[in-house]
């Protein structure tokens, strides 16, 4: 760490440890659709973030 508290270089093992913590999970929810508008609710953590797609047949 530099006297500024930056981070030195990452490890593999952090570097591993981040790219599994970053990985994108696709997971269904349910959806309640009024008239033209569609309705979703859903949880994001912390620091998280959230990406959606909706998708018609």
Do not use: C, H, W
């Amino acid at each position: 760490m530099d006297r500024y508290g930056s981070p030195g270089s990452l490890t593999a093992n952090e570097v591993s440890a981040l790219e599994l913590a970053s990985t994108l999970i696709m997971e269904p929810f349910t959806t309640r659709q009024e008239k033209s508008s569609i309705f979703v609710r859903t949880t994001v953590p912390p620091q998280g973030v959230g990406y959606i797609t909706i998708e018609t047949e």
